[in-house]
Antibody
Framework: QVTLKESGPVLVKPTETLTLTCTVS??????????VSWIRQPPGKALEWLAH???????SYSTSLKSRLTISKDTSKSQVVLTMTNMDPVDTATYYC????????????WGQGTLVTVSS | QSALTQPASVSGSPGQSITISCTGT?????????VSWYQQHPGKAPKLMIY???KRPSGVSNRFSGSKSGNTASLTISGLQAEDEADYYC??????????FGGGTKLTVL
């Protein structure tokens, strides 16, 4: 059974850097044609794709947030890490990670999500 | 890059069919057969319902179907059931290894 679980701080202050971890099970991040994306959803608002990373270490970022995002993976720990710098209250959202297949541009399954609030 | 355009809300009675549209541009929906649809119940993570415009993952009811014409993709739900009431999001590949979501549609089953 494939599962993903997000973890990280519940509360961050404005200007701080957010670090989120996605721990996967049921598949390996070293498997060819496998990847993980991060997606966020502000309260009551739509989904927004942020970034993805594939097993060959190919990475891609949202154009609008590229300067603030870094995605990486630790295959031995089955973890994908997303950092977002210079956090602002508008970044308050539930952050999800989800599995993707290389060349398979869809997300399945998703983690349960983690709510991050940005406030001083 | 703007989000794909979806109607804010649609509604239908049990047993009826509804269609949710997802309008993009020639840079995303119009150029790739890589549109997916997600169902999200309140407080829950999204669930994949349709991928590559019209393919259904294992376990998804055949009441859900997808199609595309030009820059607009559509999700049709036939035989509406109470449990179909949820938010629905489309997503399209947008080139250069990027993806774009729609603004979401709230489906109400009357």
């Amino acid at each position: 059974q494939v599962t993903l679980k997000e973890s990280g701080p519940v509360l961050v202050k404005p200007t701080e850097t957010l670090t989120l971890t996605c721990t996967v099970s049921g598949f390996s991040l070293s498997n060819a044609r496998m990847g993980v994306s991060w997606i966020r959803q502000p309260p009551g608002k739509a989904l927004e794709w942020l970034a993805h990373i594939f097993s060959n270490d190919e990475k891609s970022y949202s154009t609008s947030l590229k300067s603030r995002l870094t995605i990486s993976k630790d295959t031995s720990k089955s973890q994908v890490v997303l950092t977002m710098t210079n956090m602002d209250p508008v970044d308050t959202a539930t952050y999800y990670c989800a599995r993707m297949g290389a060349g398979a541009w869809w997300f399945d399954p998703w983690g349960q999500g983690t709510l991050v609030t940005v406030s001083s | 890059q703007s989000a794909l355009t979806q109607p804010a809300s649609v509604s239908g009675s049990p047993g009826q069919s509804i269609t949710i549209s997802c309008t993009g541009t020639s840079s995303d929906v119009g150029s790739y057969n890589l549109v997916s649809w997600y169902q999200q119940h309140p407080g829950k993570a999204p669930k994949l319902m349709i991928y590559e415009v019209s393919k259904r993952p294992s376990g998804v009811s055949n009441r859900f179907s997808g199609s595309k014409s030009g820059n607009t993709a559509s999700l049709t739900i036939s035989g509406l059931q109470a449990e179909d009431e949820a938010d629905y999001y489309c997503c399209s590949y947008a080139g250069s290894s990027t993806l774009r979501f729609g603004g979401g549609t709230k489906l109400t089953v009357l």
